[in-house]
């Protein structure tokens, strides 16, 4: 009798422990532990850089006449403004050649600027010293929007410091003074300093253009000034 009680008991036993494991139910996963997980970080070391692909030599040489055209276009338009005028005089402060015993020559002098773009110049009498200034007549007084100087190689147009406009009754006005930002136009032989401001509620007869000689050591060399205006 023993025997037999003994193996019920164990029977019993194991049936209750198949019971408790049918019951238990497995593992979810739940959306917050998929959340909770962190996402694999990325290095920028594990990212690799793109190259950009070197312009081939047609590429090239067609964004340099791209830049020429441009840069004609822009002349033409300011050539044959109709609003535009060229000096018909023009005295400067200095004349490259001044201090010598013949005087300065002909190809220097501030007279070159009247007229329109034809590659005369004035240049002035010093490279890195004071100021020098040039003033330009016009023939039509007009109310001015706009004047536009033309650099030579752009030798001297980031040392223009003051742009002032003179009325017909005398008064200069400043219209523009500061440190310019133009630089160089590298796709042509002439660079263009223009500076726009509001019309004038005067009639502009003369243009007087300074330069600080040491904001761009060297000579500096004018073909021609526009005046803008009705």
């Known amino acids: 009798m023993k025997t037999v009680s ?11 422990v198949l019971v408790v494991a049918c019951n238990k139910k497995p593992t979810e996963t739940s959306a917050e532990a998929v959340a909770s997980t962190p996402a694999p970080v990325v290095t920028a070391s594990a990212i690799e850089p793109v190259t950009p692909a070197e312009p081939t ?12 055209m441009d840069y004609a276009t822009m002349e033409d338009q300011y050539i044959n403004d109709s609003k ?8 400067a402060s200095s004349t490259f050649g001044d201090k010598s015993s013949s005087g300065p020559a002909t190809s220097n002098m501030a007279i070159n600027v009247k007229g329109a773009v034809d590659g005369k110049n004035w240049t002035n ?3 890195d010293i004071g100021f020098d200034w040039l ?16 650099f030579q190689d752009g030798d001297g147009v980031e040392a223009v410091n003051k742009v002032e406009l003179q009325s017909t009754d005398g008064k200069w006005n400043t219209v523009w003074e500061g440190i310019s930002d ?9 660079t263009w300093f223009v500076r726009s401001f509001e019309k004038t509620p005067y009639k ?3 243009v007087k253009v300074t330069i600080a000689n040491n904001v761009q050591p060297g000579y500096k060399v004018i073909d021609a000034v526009q005046l803008v205006g009705e």
């Open 84 to 91: 535009a005028q060229w000096a018909s005089d023009a005295k």
């Open 204 to 206: 502009v007869k003369a």
């Open 6 to 16: 003994r193996v019920s008991s164990l029977l019993l036993a194991l049936s209750c």
């Open 125 to 127: 009498n010093q490279q």
């Open 57 to 68: 030599p047609e590429q090239m040489e067609m964004a340099k006449k791209k830049a020429l």
């Open 182 to 190: 133009q630089k160089r136009d590298k796709r042509g032989g002439r």
């Open 135 to 150: 003033e330009l007549s016009y023939e039509k007084p007009v109310a001015a929007t706009e004047v536009r100087i033309v």
